[in-house]
């Protein structure tokens, strides 16, 4: 996330779950995963939850998250594109929600949008946290942190969404969709933007494959601008673009920089970098 704002970006998006102490922590997976997490020791003799990776995370406590090495990823996995692409970090511990917004206000990078999704799966009610008690801890954070006004709320889970629109009204909705998810929801009818508005929804926010020029119709009627997910190839962020979206989610800002350059729009503004302490 330093990289990114040293690099320049509109905004960083970023997953959290809620810890069996109800703590935020950033993850990508609601257990705790084999690729991107390595154990390193109990957090007390003799725990009987560890090891603690394929663990659900929220069975486990944010000092028993804490012992988790979540800097390198696991060399040459056989489901992991990504590998190559990461520096490692070795005893890097997973981070939460806090430290996170502390740190984007020690960059002072009030230009950058915090995009926050909350990892809730509504078919396995065992591993996901009570989505109104999730939103209002999420809520919370934001406004004790001075991050309501420049953030969103991130969801697959439309009862987040529908959470968020009472408890933060003025905060931005994402209501995120997916081929693969869209069981998830009754009655969504052949109409995506117009019931992700009911829901609560502010921008639409499907993968870039189900984007087409019907979608885009449909989303100006509703009146919902539409970010799409998750574009790592010019080619198709230019499709996108040409086709009337209002963002690009990316695993790489440096390409998509180039892009905007090339294209005229106007680029975010490198932030940082930041400065020892006493400097």
């Given at each position: 996330?330093?990289?990114?704002m040293?690099m320049?970006?509109h905004?960083?998006?970023?997953?959290?779950a809620?810890?069996?102490?109800?703590?935020?922590v950033?993850?990508?997976d609601?257990?705790?995963?084999?690729?991107?997490?390595?154990?390193?020791?109990?957090?007390?003799?003799?725990?009987p939850l560890?090891p603690?990776?394929?663990k659900?995370?929220?069975?486990?406590?944010?000092?028993?998250?804490?012992?988790?090495?979540?800097?390198v990823?696991?060399?040459?996995?056989?489901?992991?594109p990504?590998?190559?692409?990461?520096?490692?970090?070795?005893?890097t511990r997973?981070?939460?929600?806090?430290?996170?917004?502390?740190l984007?206000?020690?960059?002072d990078a009030?230009?950058?949008?915090?995009?926050?999704?909350?990892?809730?799966?509504?078919?396995?009610?065992?591993?996901?946290?009570?989505?109104?008690?999730?939103?209002e801890?999420?809520?919370?954070?934001?406004?004790?942190h001075?991050?309501l006004g420049?953030a969103?709320?991130l969801?697959?889970?439309?009862?987040?969404?529908?959470?968020?629109?009472?408890?933060?009204?003025?905060?931005?909705r994402?209501?995120?969709i997916?081929?693969d998810?869209?069981?998830?929801h009754?009655?969504?009818?052949?109409?995506?933007p117009?019931a992700?508005?009911?829901?609560?929804?502010?921008?639409?926010?499907p993968?870039?494959?189900?984007?087409?020029?019907a979608?885009?119709a449909?989303?100006?009627?509703?009146?919902?601008?539409?970010?799409?997910?998750?574009?790592?190839?010019?080619?198709?962020?230019?499709?996108?673009?040409?086709?009337g979206?209002?963002?690009?989610?990316?695993?790489?800002?440096?390409?998509?920089r180039?892009?905007w350059?090339?294209r005229?729009l106007?680029?975010?503004?490198?932030?940082?970098?930041?400065?020892?302490?006493g400097?």
């Amino acid at each position: 996330m330093s990289h990114a704002m040293e690099m320049g970006v509109h905004a960083l998006e970023f997953d959290v779950a809620l810890t069996a102490d109800r703590r935020l922590v950033l993850t990508h997976d609601l257990t705790v995963s084999a690729v991107t997490s390595a154990d390193t020791r109990p957090a007390a003799a003799q725990d009987p939850l560890f090891p603690y990776v394929g663990k659900p995370v929220n069975a486990l406590t944010l000092a028993q998250l804490r012992t988790l090495d979540v800097g390198v990823r696991l060399p040459r996995h056989p489901t992991d594109p990504f590998a190559l692409t990461q520096k490692p970090m070795p005893d890097t511990r997973m981070p939460t929600l806090g430290a996170v917004l502390g740190l984007v206000n020690a960059y002072d990078a009030d230009s950058v949008r915090l995009h926050v999704e909350l990892k809730s799966d509504p078919t396995r009610p065992e591993l996901t946290a009570d989505p109104l008690e999730f939103t209002e801890a999420v809520v919370a954070e934001l406004d004790r942190h001075g991050r309501l006004g420049n953030a969103a709320i991130l969801s697959f889970d439309w009862r987040i969404i529908g959470h968020a629109a009472s408890l933060a009204p003025g905060t931005q909705r994402f209501a995120l969709i997916e081929r693969d998810t869209l069981h998830w929801h009754d009655d969504l009818g052949d109409d995506l933007p117009a019931a992700a508005r009911a829901a609560g929804g502010t921008t639409l926010s499907p993968e870039h494959v189900m984007v087409d020029e019907a979608l885009m119709a449909q989303a100006g009627a509703a009146g919902l601008p539409v970010a799409v997910w998750t574009v790592n190839d010019a080619a198709t962020a230019e499709r996108m673009l040409d086709l009337g979206v209002a963002g690009v989610v990316t695993d790489y800002p440096d390409l998509m920089r180039e892009l905007w350059e090339e294209r005229g729009l106007a680029l975010p503004r490198p932030v940082g970098p930041l400065k020892p302490v006493g400097v």
